[in-house]
Nanobody, 120 residues
Framework: QVQLVESGGGLVQAGGSLRLSCTAL????????MGWYRQAPGKQRDMVAR???????NYEDSVKGRFTISRDIAKNTVYLQMNRMKPEDTAVYYC??????????????WGEGTQVTVSS
């Protein structure tokens, strides 16, 4: 059984910074990619940033230049550094890990979510 443990959410003023962390605990054979999604009230869950095991990353347009995703494969941990934050970044942020599965080819795991609130 794989569990994703998230940390780092909280309240920050506009222009401030937060760093989210997510560690995958349990037996994972091979991670394909790790990422962060967010969901604001009344909206769908959207991808914020994603990074492959080889280090290739992509970002949602509104966070480019402000957010940076990184990973430590040895620790099965992904980070999201959020700078110059805006009130519209307010959401519940979810960690996602996609890994190889012998039966289905791939499996996706989700964290429970961490609240990020940016005050104006």
């Amino acid at each position: 059984q794989v569990q994703l443990v998230e940390s780092g959410g909280g309240l920050v003023q506009a222009g401030g910074s937060l760093r989210l962390s997510c560690t995958a605990l349990g037996r994972i054979f091979k991670i394909n990619f790790m990422g962060w999604y967010r969901q604001a009230p009344g909206k769908q869950r959207d991808m914020v940033a994603r990074i492959t095991a080889s280090g290739n990353s992509n970002y949602e347009d509104s966070v480019k230049g402000r957010f940076t995703i990184s990973r430590d494969i040895a620790k099965n941990t992904v980070y999201l550094q959020m700078n110059r934050m805006k009130p519209e970044d307010t959401a519940v942020y979810y960690c996602n890990v996609n890994s190889y599965d012998f039966t289905t080819g791939s499996v996706s795991y989700w964290g429970e979510g961490t609240q990020v609130t940016v005050s104006s």
